[in-house]
C-alpha cells in the first residue's frame, strides 16, 4: 500500500469520526443542554385542557386582585363567544370533583353576569356559628311534715326541706391556638450581597390569621458554581432556568395551584404544571426572564429580576439558574 493511500484513508477515517462527533454533539445540545421551548403561543390555539388551565389562571388571579377588566381581556383572548356557560359549567363540574379552585372560577363566573343559583352557591363559603345552650339551675322542691292530729291540736304546718343545688357547668374559655411564627426566607447564597442587583422581593399582604404563599427558599446558582450541590441540580452548569417548587402546609407537594409571571405589558406568560415524576422535582420550570413571580390562589409573596445576570462575571447572557420554594402558611 502506497503511503498515498494511507493517507487518504486517514483523512477519510478523521473526516468520518469528525462527522459522527459533531452529530452527537449537535443532538446532545438540541435534546439535553438546550432542548425547544415553545413560547408565545396563542391562547385560541391552545388544546381544550390547556385552555382550561389558562381559564383557572385567569380566575386565581382575579380572585387576588379583583381586577374585572383585566380578566375580562384575558377571556377574551380565547374568542369563545359563550365563555361565561363555559365558566359555569367548569365550576360546576370542579366542584363536583372537590377541586380547591372551583370557588375561583364560580366567582369570576358570578362577577361576568352568570344567574345560576348553584353556580352563586359554589362561589359562597358558609361560615358555622356556634350557640350556647344555658345549663338549668336546680331549685328546691317543698315538703309537707304532718303534726300528729289532738284535740285542740294546732293547724298543721308546712316546712320546707333545702335541697343543696348542683353546681352549675359553665364552658371555659378556652384560648385559640395561634399560629407559629413564619420563618423568613432561607436565601442560598446571603441576599442582596451575592445575588443580582435586579433582585427584588416583595412580602405578601395578608392579614392576621389569612393563609398566603411564602417564599421559604431562594437559591440562585452563578455560571458554573461548585457551591450548594449546584452541578448536581437540574439543568447542570449550563443551565439558564428558574425552577419553582410548591408545598403545602403539611410539607406535601401541592398539585393544580396556577404560578403567576407578569409580563411588562400587564400579561401573564401561560405556564404548564410539571407533573410529579418530572425530572426536575418542581412544579413550574421556565427560562429566566426577570419577570415578577407569584404563586395565584391566594396572597403570595413576589420575587422579581431573575435573570440571566452573573455576579461572578458582573455580566448579562450567562448561564444561571434559580431555584425558589413556595410554601402555603399562615400568617
Known amino acids: 500500500m502506497t503511503e498515498l493511500q494511507l493517507g487518504s484513508r486517514l483523512l477519510i477515517a478523521v473526516i468520518v469520526i469528525g462527522l459522527i462527533g459533531g452529530l452527537a454533539i449537535g443532538l446532545w445540545i438540541g435534546w439535553i443542554a438546550w432542548p425547544v421551548q415553545v413560547t408565545n403561543v396563542d391562547v385560541a390555539d391552545l388544546n381544550s385542557p390547556s385552555q382550561e388551565e389558562y381559564i383557572v389562571l385567569t380566575a386565581s388571579d382575579y380572585a387576588f ?15 369563545d363567544p359563550r365563555i361565561n356557560d363555559r365558566l359555569a359549567a367548569l365550576a360546576k363540574e370542579y366542584a363536583q370533583a372537590g377541586k380547591t379552585y372551583a370557588p375561583y372560577v364560580a366567582a369570576l363566573a358570578v362577577a361576568l353576569g352568570s344567574t345560576d343559583s348553584q353556580v352563586a352557591l359554589i362561589a359562597t363559603t358558609a361560615t358555622p356559628t356556634i350557640t350556647n345552650t344555658p345549663t338549668p339551675t336546680a331549685t328546691s322542691t317543698p315538703t309537707l311534715t304532718p303534726v300528729p292530729t289532738e284535740t285542740n291540736a294546732p293547724t298543721p304546718t308546712f316546712t320546707r326541706t333545702p335541697i343543696t343545688p348542683r353546681p352549675t357547668t359553665r364552658p371555659r374559655a378556652t384560648a385559640t391556638p395561634k399560629p407559629a411564627p413564619v420563618a423568613g426566607t432561607n436565601w442560598i447564597p446571603p441576599y442582596p450581597a ?4 435586579d433582585v427584588k422581593f416583595t412580602p405578601a399582604s395578608a392579614a392576621p390569621g389569612q393563609k398566603y404563599w411564602h417564599l421559604i427558599k431562594a437559591l440562585y446558582c452563578d455560571t458554573n458554581d461548585t457551591r450548594n450541590d449546584c452541578p448536581n441540580l437540574p439543568g447542570g452548569g449550563i443551565g439558564t432556568g428558574i425552577y419553582v417548587a410548591l408545598i403545602d402546609s403539611s410539607g406535601a407537594r401541592a398539585s393544580g395551584v396556577p404560578l403567576l409571571v ?8 401561560f405556564l404548564e404544571e410539571k407533573s410529579a415524576g418530572d425530572m426536575c422535582d418542581c412544579n413550574y420550570a421556565f427560562e429566566a426572564n426577570g419577570f415578577p413571580i407569584q404563586v395565584g390562589g391566594a396572597p403570595s409573596d413576589t420575587i422579581s429580576g431573575l435573570a440571566l445576570y452573573s455576579v461572578k462575571a458582573g455580566l448579562g447572557n ?14
Open 65 to 79: 386582585d379583583q381586577n374585572l377588566d383585566r380578566a375580562k381581556q384575558r377571556l377574551a383572548q380565547l374568542h
Open 262 to 269: 407578569t409580563k411588562p405589558d400587564g400579561k401573564q406568560d
Open 194 to 197: 451575592e445575588w443580582p442587583g
Open 318 to 331: 450567562y448561564h444561571v439558574r434559580y431555584f425558589l420554594t413556595f410554601q402555603l402558611v399562615t400568617r
